[in-house]
């Protein structure tokens, strides 16, 4: 059973910064698609960013491009989210997700990643 665990979560300013992270329990982690995603009270999930196994395709929600940057470390497990420039539009429960067949690539869509963490919330107050 594949398990994802997210810190990082907080409250924060507008304009400030949070790093999330994002650990896999299988040794096999290195291998997987990543995506983070979030979802705001009284909202549907949402895409925000998603990294390939090696880190090669990288793609990013439009509403975050230029403010958020999705990285991995294969040999210490995590991935990352580096959020800066926060808006309170950012305020949601960000969860991690992992898709095993990486040969699909990266993807937008919630239902390619069939692995989830319980999720970090992140507060930006204005």
């Known amino acids: 059973q594949v398990q994802l665990v997210e810190s990082g979560g907080g409250l924060v300013q507008a304009g400030g910064s949070l790093r999330l992270s994002c650990a896999v329990s299988?040794?096999?982690?290195?291998?997987?698609?990543l995506g983070w995603f979030r979802q705001a009270p009284g909202k549907e999930r949402e895409f925000v960013a998603a990294i390939s196994w090696n880190g090669g395709d990288i793609i990013y929600a439009d509403s975050v491009k230029g403010r958020f940057t999705i990285s991995r470390d294969n040999a210490r497990n995590p991935t990352y989210l580096q959020m800066n420039s926060l808006k309170p539009e950012d305020t949601a429960v960000y969860y991690c997700?992992?898709?095993?067949?990486?040969?699909?690539?990266?993807?937008?869509?919630?239902?390619?990643?069939?692995?989830w963490g319980q999720g970090t919330q992140v507060t930006v107050s204005s």
């Open positions: 299988q040794h096999t982690f290195s291998t997987y698609t």
């Open positions: 997700a992992a898709n095993r067949e990486s040969w699909l690539g990266v993807s937008e869509s919630g239902d390619r990643y069939p692995y």
